[in-house]
């Protein structure tokens, strides 16, 4: 969803009270063996106070667990990836944009700008990326690459501009093709105590930290459904069931936090069974900041949270370099629950999403190998479910994904300069697989150089470093296993007995001399053996 500007933390404060946090934090720890083995304990606990129908995280949790997020890919190119890349490279789930029907805007500049889609103006799935029938073929072949698939479901609100839909639906605010009528709506003044301002006809919000008016009063002017109600929950619970139906997995749950939990709960109550026999994931899009009711605490209930939180912790640490006051990836020997985020079995984390590169609060694609290098550390590091964005360059906050005139979006072609495939990046699409393989692993083995060098071990199952230094490093490392020639899987790939990159050997006493490029990682884990001794 897009959030008003005026939603987003100082970057620069941010950092430096992180980093002072981290600081205090890790003095306080007796030592990083502590800190690793409660990390640890944190991430192997299912929660016991998941709502009836709700999985917080899925049954294989730290297996096959990384969902890639193809955020506005077309729904042919995600069933491609899906086949080509996700399958092979060991992704447990894809998210994917609202299907539904939407807001088509064919003015004025920017024509057709990304956030349409999260207006909905009907539950029909002729949308920006494509057909019903195109959907249901994306999620059939998903699945048999062995990728889920989870939709990003926009439940709390209509569009609130607009009298045409992609699918043809003529409109009015408040009036939606049969589907709802005014009566379905919040209304200021019975309902949202926030009168009219300039430029709007209908009550918004003005004060974010205040629960009425945050649950029942018009996000940028968007309808908000009455979802107290029954016939509301009853029809946002067909639309999330018809997916479900057609194998979706479970859903991203778009502007949660201006929904109440009880209506939450209500709604999920509703949900049928996957066709994997379980109740679906649900991640839930609770921005921090907010008071008491308005806490991602508050929504631990109800499903997962998007972890906000990891991501702000992770750019002060890697933005450092370029962006001081900042702190050191060094820091990161004390990340997770113990440096203030959520627990480590309710959080979907990530580096970026659509919103937080955009409002420059997380790292994004322009910064480049840091960027990466970030997403690479996610991926081995034992903290929540990881999500890896892949997305569309971007010069104004606003632009629509590569699109033909009518603003359907149009097949992902990587390596051209519009598409940022990071999931297919030689480190990270590898790094998927080295979580696989070291799984609840706890981290042991750390190492850092007191600059912006540091190295682990999951276990005696993987090791990686991470250099986010201007130089390569040259060390010994104790990686924690044993004896023999690994594939260095960041710059080549294990196949057929060989590696197609340098390879990194490890003597009797599980150490290795190891060159780490500059802003660059080196990673390997026990499938990874070119050679035993």
Same mark, same amino acid.
């Given at each position: 969803m897009r959030y008003p500007h005026r939603l987003t933390t100082s970057a620069a404060t941010r950092s430096r009270s992180a980093s002072r946090r981290r600081r205090l934090i890790g003095a306080l720890l007796a030592s990083a063996t502590v800190a690793a083995a409660s990390l640890t304990a944190f991430a192997m606990t299912e929660s016991a106070h998941a709502a009836p129908g709700v999985a917080s995280r899925p049954d294989d949790a730290h297996s096959h667990d990384v969902i890639a997020n193809?955020?506005?890919w077309n729904w042919n190119s995600v069933a491609r990836e899906c086949t080509a890349v996700l399958g092979p490279k060991g992704?447990? @789930?894809?998210?994917?944009?609202? =299907?539904?029907?939407?807001?088509? %805007?064919?003015? =004025?500049?920017?024509?057709?700008?990304?956030?349409?889609?999260?207006? =909905?103006? #009907?539950?029909?799935?002729?949308?920006?990326?494509?057909?019903?029938?195109?959907?249901?073929?994306?999620?059939? $072949?998903? %699945?048999?690459? @062995?990728?889920?698939?989870?939709?990003?479901?926009?439940?709390?609100?209509?569009? @609130? /501009?607009?009298?045409? #839909?992609?699918g043809g639906v003529h409109y009015t605010k408040y009036s939606y093709a049969g589907l709802y009528s005014p009566a379905n709506f919040h209304k200021y003044p019975t309902d949202c105590p926030v009168p009219p301002g300039p430029g709007s006809q209908n009550g918004e919000i003005k004060d974010f930290n205040n629960y009425r008016q945050?649950?029942?009063?018009?996000?940028?002017?968007?309808?908000?459904?009455?979802?107290?109600?029954?016939?509301?929950?009853?029809?946002i619970a067909a639309y999330l069931n018809k997916l479900i139906g057609y194998g979706v997995s479970g859903f991203r749950v778009d502007a949660a936090k201006h929904i109440p939990v009880?209506?939450? &709960?209500?709604?999920?109550? %509703?949900l049928h069974r996957t066709v994997d026999g379980t109740r679906p994931y649900v991640a839930l899009e609770v921005f921090p900041g907010g008071p008491g009711k308005l806490s991602p605490f508050a929504f631990q209930g109800q499903g997962s949270l998007l972890g906000f939180d990891y991501a702000y912790q992770i750019h002060d640490a890697f933005k450092s370099y370029t962006d001081p006051p900042g702190g050191s990836i060094t820091d990161l020997e004390v990340f997770g629950t /113990? #440096? @203030?985020?959520? =627990? #480590?079995?309710?959080?979907?984390?990530?580096?970026? +999403?659509?919103?937080?590169? %955009?409002?420059?609060? $997380?790292l994004s694609y322009k910064d480049g190998a840091t960027n990466t290098i970030a997403t690479e550390f996610m991926l081995a590091w034992p903290h929540g479910r990881p999500a890896v964005y892949a997305s569309f360059a971007w010069t104004n906050s606003d632009d629509s994904p590569p699109s033909n005139? /009518?603003?359907?979006?149009?097949?992902? $072609?990587?390596?051209? *300069? /519009?598409?940022?495939?990071?999931?297919?990046?030689?480190?990270? &699409? +590898?790094?998927?697989?080295?979580? +696989?393989?070291?799984?609840?692993?706890?981290?042991?083995n750390w190492y850092d150089d007191s600059v912006n060098l540091i190295a682990f071990s999951r276990g005696h199952r993987g090791w990686i470093a991470v250099n986010h230094e201007a130089t390569a490093q040259t060390h010994t490392f104790t990686t924690g296993l044993p004896h023999g020639t690994y594939c260095d899987i960041i710059h080549g790939t294990a196949a057929?007995? *060989?590696?197609?990159?340098?390879?990194?050997?490890?003597?009797?006493?599980?150490?290795?001399?190891? $060159?780490?490029?500059?802003?660059?990682?080196? &990673?390997?884990d026990a499938g990874d053996l070119v050679r035993g001794h």
């Open positions: 193809l955020w506005e992704y447990g @789930g894809v998210q994917v944009a609202p =299907p539904q029907d939407s807001l088509s %805007r064919s003015g =004025p500049s920017p024509v057709h700008p990304w956030w349409e889609v999260y207006q =909905p103006v #009907s539950y029909h799935l002729t949308s920006r990326m494509g057909t019903e029938a195109q959907f249901k073929t994306m999620v059939s $072949t998903c %699945r048999h690459a @062995g990728v889920k698939v989870y939709v990003d479901a926009v439940i709390n609100h209509m569009t @609130g /501009q607009g009298d045409v #839909s992609y945050v649950t029942t009063c018009e996000l940028v002017s968007l309808s908000d459904l009455r979802t107290e109600t029954t016939y509301v929950r009853d029809t009880e209506d939450l &709960a209500a709604i999920e109550a %509703r /113990q #440096s @203030g985020l959520l =627990p #480590s079995n309710k959080e979907l984390v990530f580096v970026e +999403n659509h919103d937080t590169e %955009r409002n420059g609060s $997380t005139p /009518q603003g359907f979006i149009t097949d992902t $072609t990587c390596g051209n *300069g /519009q598409w940022i495939c990071t999931d297919r990046v030689n480190g990270v &699409a +590898n790094m998927v697989g080295w979580h +696989n393989v070291v799984g609840d692993a706890p981290v042991a057929h007995g *060989g590696c197609t990159g340098p390879t990194v050997t490890v003597n009797s006493h599980g150490k290795a001399t190891v $060159t780490v490029p500059a802003q660059d990682a080196v &990673a390997f």
